[in-house]
């Protein structure tokens, strides 16, 4: 029987197992009763998140808990080049007890990948000599990390990113639904995009990566193939659900194939996208199983869906949330995400929102985990305002943490 670390004996305060997932909580006369009942919120917030602090394994990789951290861009890159600063600040969140880490989204081999010229880029000698380092310092810490792999397609902007005076490309040249802004392109243009992931993923695992993440939510490229607002094609790259998912499928198996079997290979999608936030790529669960049967084929390990409230419903007649529905109809692992530990969704809260300092949002994250909805959590930007999130939060210390505010997003830290 030992104090668990959760209670802070320099306080006065001891928990003794008393096995069964019991303790005994005891005080030293001179803690006040406000303290001791501080003290046995935060030791019952805590108790109530153990299960999230299991392991986890995919493929030959275990990680020590069931948190991750979302990738989110930062645009702090010169030159798309990672630097000592980006490679400090993923450390500091593997040190706060992060069990995997997402990078923001790095452009893959091609022109148009980008749109912004700070976005870390993941080809070329010296963005991949920043991403060695930035490896060496998450495994340093003891941490695990997969780059996103992104072409944003059609959300590039004339004269945007790295190469301003190359247009933007997507499946059909259509941004949005009524709004055409280029051309289609050409299926030999579609096997150098696919080409690009590739190369991208196997220098991921050179670099000594924990897997890699293909972002096709949020309508960028892979999700402009998906949607049919903006896929007007005909087979083989469009036509029908099956069709919209050929790029995709074909991105997964073209990765699989550069890189060894047992190196997993993550999918983050949504069902809505930045052009429409009401749009939904398959309305009911026989349709998400179409969808998602080519793709679970192809080879993706694990699926992150993406949510703005992970609270949320996705289907009526069931609270089961997106991830769960994933998780069930393919029977891979899923990640849940959307406004862990915020109080209001991450849409609502681009420029500021109050961390949850109660951990009331979690406990139905909690029940959704142990009724086996969903394998792993993702944390944004309750994570940007507290690299040390996750050890907070598994020692029942809400009220220690910062709020997020945009300027959070002015510096790297």
Not at 140 to 168: E, F, K, T
Request: hydrophobic content about 40%; some cysteine.
């Amino acid at each position: 029987m030992t104090c668990d670390t959760r209670i802070n004996a320099d306080q006065g305060a001891f928990a003794t197992f008393q096995g069964r997932g019991l303790y005994e909580i005891a005080f030293t006369s001179h803690v006040s009763p406000a303290t001791q009942n501080k003290l046995l919120g935060n030791f019952a917030m805590s108790s109530m998140l153990d299960p999230l602090f299991t392991p986890f394994k995919i493929g030959k990789l275990t990680l020590p808990n069931r948190f991750a951290m979302a990738p989110m861009t930062r645009s702090k890159s010169p030159n798309q080049v990672p630097g000592d600063d980006v490679a400090a600040y993923y450390r500091r969140r593997a040190e706060g007890g992060t069990g995997l880490i997402f990078t923001e989204g790095t452009s893959t081999d091609h022109p148009a990948a980008a749109n912004d010229p700070n976005v870390p880029r993941f080809h070329g000698e010296d963005a991949l000599a920043g991403w060695a380092n930035v490896v060496k310092e998450v495994k340093a810490a003891g941490g695990h990390i997969m780059p996103q792999l992104w072409h944003v397609g059609l959300m590039r902007r004339a004269g945007q990113g790295r190469n301003p005076d190359v247009s933007a490309v997507g499946p059909s040249g259509i941004f949005k639904p009524g709004k055409k802004v280029g051309d289609p392109i050409t299926e030999e243009e579609v096997a150098d995009l696919i080409g690009g992931y590739a190369r991208a993923a196997a220098d991921a695992e050179r670099l000594g990566f924990d897997g890699i993440e293909l972002h096709g939510a949020h309508g960028y490229l892979i999700d402009q193939f998906f949607w049919e607002g903006t896929n007007a094609r005909e087979a083989p790259y469009g036509g029908d659900m099956v069709g919209r998912t050929r790029f995709a499928a074909d991105v997964v198996r073209a990765v699989r194939a550069a890189v060894s079997p047992d190196f997993p290979v993550v999918l983050r999608w949504s069902q809505w996208k930045q052009q429409d936030f009401t749009a939904r790529l398959a309305a009911t669960p026989e349709l998400l199983e179409v969808f998602l049967d080519p793709l679970t084929d192809a080879g993706v390990d694990v699926y992150h869906c993406s949510t703005r409230r992970f609270w949320e419903p996705e289907f009526g007649g069931s609270d089961m949330n997106l991830a769960g529905w994933v998780k069930k109809l393919t029977g891979k692992p899923t990640i849940t995400v959307g406004s862990v530990g915020l109080e209001t969704d991450f849409i609502t809260s681009m420029t500021a929102s109050e961390v949850d300092k109660t951990g009331a949002n979690l406990k139905g994250l909690v029940e959704r985990f142990e009724r086996g909805e969903f394998d792993l959590v993702a944390v944004g930007r309750a994570l940007i305002a507290n690299p040390d999130w996750v050890k907070k939060a598994q020692n029942g210390a809400f009220d220690q943490l910062q709020a997020y505010s945009a300027e959070n997003l002015a510096t790297l830290y």
